[in-house]
């Protein structure tokens, strides 16, 4: 089905991605899998490319070159690459950029913001703690507060990024007049008493994930993003960006997984039988609803709509649905779905990802339950 998302220049935007990501990422993204690290010069190398293409400079003039469909364009090229821990760790520093772009100083944009806008910078986004990453507003890390600085100390696990990073948008509570609120702060990930220990992990390869340890972190007050106290309403009013990109990285490594199946399928049998035929078209039919449904989150997310329901609904459903059809394919394609030099064992590994980084399934029913049955409404907290 052809869809009314994507105009002429997304798909220019596409072809020359395209061309960019085979040329500069697929030679090396093995060497970076077994590695477990992407290096700095191939981030500074794509987002130029990406900012000329939109700029322009590159021969066409882009349409709207903010509209989120470029991202989704960007996402669907990486996934043919079959290696989603190097989308993981793109997303995590786009999902960063519009807490500082929103609530950060002048001095935290031209230090931070558009370091990561050229590549210069790599981040993450520190929320979850050892004791638990679900309930948000129960995190420990505390911020002590001094005249012009911030003493840290606490800890964050499954950081993305956080070996690797150049700094850590971090929330922390503030401790100020025997309140604790929850703030936002940027630290810079060489700051002294820091600790960093990768985890290893199943899937996502590439991308580095780690603990990282705060013991008397001195970090100057000026890195404070936006209000003291206001860190809780900062990520509920962005933590859907994360769950539309989820949505968007299920959907496209479902597309190349469906390619990857039927491809292999055919070169084994040439004429594929009935059963194949019913499963394999069975696959495609439902991809198409879960993309669709997800393109339309996706439009009116960029109409600038705040729509919590449709973000969950999406993150949930299209990365539950990515690991049954991931599935489903591994039993038509039997042994060489496991054989480990095929591309479908890694994509088996990345997808178990999906239902739990972004906010688990259970949160996601959590949060769809109390807007679908309790009729809460999640409005705007901050404009
Ligand atoms: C590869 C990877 C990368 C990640 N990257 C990041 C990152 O960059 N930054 C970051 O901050 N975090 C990151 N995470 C952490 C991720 O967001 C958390 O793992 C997730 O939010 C769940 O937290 P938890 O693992 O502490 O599980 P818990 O919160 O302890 O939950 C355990 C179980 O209890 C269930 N549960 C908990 N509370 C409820 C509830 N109220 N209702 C129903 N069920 C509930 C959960 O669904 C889950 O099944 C990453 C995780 C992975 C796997």
Known sequence: MENIYFNSSHTY??????????????P??????????????????????????????????????????????????????????????????????????????EYIKRT???QIKNGEFWCSIAITEPSGGSDVAQLKTLALEFDDHFLINGSKTFITNGVYADFYLLAVKIKALDVEHMSLIIVDAS???????????MGWHCSDTATIGFQNVRVPKKNLV???????????????????????????????MYSYTRRTLTSKHHVLNPYQLIELSKVYAEIQVFKNYVYHCCAIFDAGIYAVKECTIA?????????KLINKCMDLLQFSSVDEKNEIARKFRDA?????????????????????LDQKAYTQAIS
Not at 69 to 74: A, G, I, T
């Open 191 to 201: 700051s002294d008493g820091i600790t960093k220990t990768k985890i290893p992990k």
């Open 352 to 372: 178990r990802i999906s239902t739990i980084g972004g906010g688990t399934s259970d949160i996601m029913s959590e949060i769809l339950s109390k807007i679908v």
């Open 13 to 26: 935007y596409r072809t020359q991605l395209g061309v960019f990501i085979q040329e500069h990422i697929a």
């Open 315 to 323: 993150k949930k459903s299209t990365s539950e649905a990515l690991i």
């Open 112 to 114: 931070y913001l558009d």
């Open 226 to 256: 936006g209000n003291q106290g206001f860190g809780f309403q900062y990520l509920m009013e962005h933590l859907q960006n994360e769950r539309l990109y989820v949505a968007v990285m299920a959907v496209a490594d479902m597309d190349d």
């Open 28 to 105: 090396h993204i093995a060497q970076w899998e077994l590695e477990e690290h992407i290096p700095k010069y191939i981030w500074i190398e794509l987002m130029h490319f990406i900012n000329d293409l939109k700029k322009g400079t590159k021969g066409k003039v882009m349409k709207n070159p903010g509209s989120y469909f470029y991202d989704v364009v960007l996402i669907e090229e990486l996934a043919k690459l079959n290696y989603a821990g190097f989308a993981a760790s793109y997303g995590i520093c786009q999902l960063a950029k519009p807490y500082l772009e929103n609530y950060g100083s």
